[in-house]
């Protein structure tokens, strides 16, 4: 029997729905919307399609988006000058700085520099810092998407085996945290890993977050497991697949998500919300 496909669209729409509620709750109380800045250095195609979903995104659930097109050649002195002038305008909840950032520039450095309080792509040290203490803050808004998409299927991860592919700081270290945070007992496989398959085969929930198709095999996937599937390839074809076969792997999955479709879908719905949350712990003090 196939897994069923955890479908990315109505979750995310749900979340975006709450997000425009909240946000809409917000402006009646504080007289303005939440608002989300983002800065786009260059001309990067694939990050201008990123930018111009956010900038719908926000439009449509209402709240205030402004998108700061930067030239490639802006530099990094620049370019940290004017994240602190979103970092010290009081109309600005969230600044994301479009990543990557072109060649030359010290993307480290740059996030080091935004407000922790308007972090809502959760990668600053202090975001990261609260994240592994367990303590509120913004969390990078693919895993929390990720988790959502676990509660929504009514799966706790209490107890469970949990095996993560992918040690970033953008999605599998903080993705492996949240895990923890909910009493998984979690393994994180990398690069260097060792029998991938082994670790991968005791994994009650399966999250990919590598970036090359097909790595996961459909035969390593234990039966009734849950697979996340974060990965976001393009094939030779012009098309989108996952980390994970796909196809072998839905057999033995309980549930599992398509690629594109699946996880893809929840990252902007996260990043409106994570918005409105710092709108409201910013106004709270
Ligand atoms: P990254 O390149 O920063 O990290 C990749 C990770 O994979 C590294 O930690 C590396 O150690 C690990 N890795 C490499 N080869 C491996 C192997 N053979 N076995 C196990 N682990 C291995 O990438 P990232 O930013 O974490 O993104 C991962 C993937 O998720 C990419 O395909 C990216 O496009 C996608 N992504 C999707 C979304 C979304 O919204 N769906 C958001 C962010 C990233």
Redesign the pocket.
């Known amino acids: 029997m196939s897994g069923q496909l955890i479908d990315g669209k109505p979750i995310a729409m749900k979340v975006r729905a709450e997000a425009a509620e909240r946000a809409a709750a917000f402006a009646q109380a504080y007289g303005r919307p939440p608002g989300l800045h983002v800065v786009l250095v260059g001309e990067d195609h694939a990050s201008q399609v990123y930018v111009r979903n956010k900038e719908r995104a926000c439009r449509k659930a209402g709240l205030a988006g402004q998108v700061h097109r930067v030239s490639a050649d802006l530099g990094q002195g620049r370019l940290l000058a004017l994240v602190d002038e979103l970092n010290t305008d009081p109309k600005v909840d969230g600044i994301l700085v479009q990543m990557p950032l072109p060649h030359g520039y010290d993307e480290l450095e740059v996030i080091a520099r935004i407000d922790p309080a308007k972090d809502v792509d959760g990668l600053t040290a202090v975001s990261a810092g609260r994240l592994a203490l367990g303590v509120p803050g913004l969390c990078p808004c ?1 895993p929390v998407g990720c988790m959502r998409m676990l509660a929504e299927i009514g799966c706790d991860p209490e107890g469970k085996r949990a095996v993560v ?4 700081n ?3 270290k903080p993705i492996a945290q949240l895990l923890l945070q909910r009493n998984a007992t979690v393994t994180i ?3 260097r ?1 060792k029998q ?1 398959g082994d670790l991968v085969r005791e994994g009650d929930i399966v999250v990919a ?4 198709r097909a ?1 996961v095999q459909g035969d390593w996937i234990k039966p009734g497991a849950v697979v996340l599937d ?4 393009r094939g030779e074809d012009g098309q989108i697949y996952g980390d994970v076969d796909f196809e072998p792997a839905r057999e033995r999955a309980s549930f599992i998500t398509p690629v594109p479709g699946g ?2 879908r929840m ?1 902007v719905a996260v990043l409106l919300s994570n918005t409105v949350d710092a709108a409201y712990a910013r106004a709270a003090g």
């Open positions: 693919t592919l992918g040690r970033s953008l999605v599998g496989a990398h690069s890993t991938l977050a590598v970036g090359r790595l974060v990965g976001i390839n996880v893809g990252t």
